[in-house]
Every structure is written in C-alpha cells, then in structure tokens.
Nanobody, 118 residues
Framework: QVQLVESGGGLVQPGGSLTLSCAVS????????MGWYRQAPGKQRELVAS???????NYADSVKGRFTISRDNAKNTVYLQMNSLKPEDTAVYYC????????????WGQGTQVTVSS
C-alpha cells in the first residue's frame, strides 16, 4: 500500500520561507515524477513544480526564482523550498507522485495549509 505523508506547512509573514516535504512509503514499486500542486479557496488546483527521476525541474511562472523543488530518491521524498512568500501563495499544497508497478498510478498527499499573512 502506498502512503504519502506531507509536512511543513504553516503560517508565515510575507517575505518569509517555508519548506514542505512529502515522504512516500510502501514497497514493490518505483517512483517516477514527483510534484507539488496548490489550491486556493475558490480556485482550481494548479501545478506549482515537478521533478522527474532525472532531476530536471519544471515550475509555474508565478513561483520561478522563489521556489525550489528537489527529491531524495533514496528516501522517496520530495521537497519544496519556498522563499520570498507572498499572500497570493496562500493555499493548500498537495504532493503528487507517479508510482510505477505494472503501469503508473498517481497518488496525492493529504494536503498541507500554507498561509502567508502579516
């Protein structure tokens, strides 16, 4: 059974930083693309950043230069370092992972709230 456990959300002032992490547990599979999405109240869920196994990164234009996605393949964990946070970054952040057995199944984390406010 695959489980994703997120941590690291919270309340931060504008200009501050937070780091999110998402650990994947289970056995009998490999992990492909790992990513972070977010959903603000009244808005659709959107891709924030993604990283395949080879480490190439992809970012939404709104977070380029401020957020950094990384992964530790040995620990099956993906991170999102968020700097220079803005109020518009306030959302529930979800990790999304492609788990490969016979094919690829996409799994979601439980979500973690990030609130940027003074």
């Amino acid at each position: 059974q695959v489980q994703l456990v997120e941590s690291g959300g919270g309340l931060v002032q504008p200009g501050g930083s937070l780091t999110l992490s998402c650990a994947v547990s289970g056995s009998g599979f490999s992990i492909g693309v790992m990513g972070w999405y977010r959903q603000a109240p009244g808005k659709q869920r959107e891709l924030v950043a993604s990283i395949p196994r080879d480490g190439r990164t992809n970012y939404a234009d709104s977070v380029k230069g401020r957020f950094t996605i990384s992964r530790d393949n040995a620990k099956n964990t993906v991170y999102l370092q968020m700097n220079s946070l803005k109020p518009e970054d306030t959302a529930v952040y979800y990790c999304n992972v492609g788990v490969r057995r016979l094919g690829t199944v996409w799994h979601w984390g439980q979500g973690t709230q990030v609130t940027v406010s003074s």
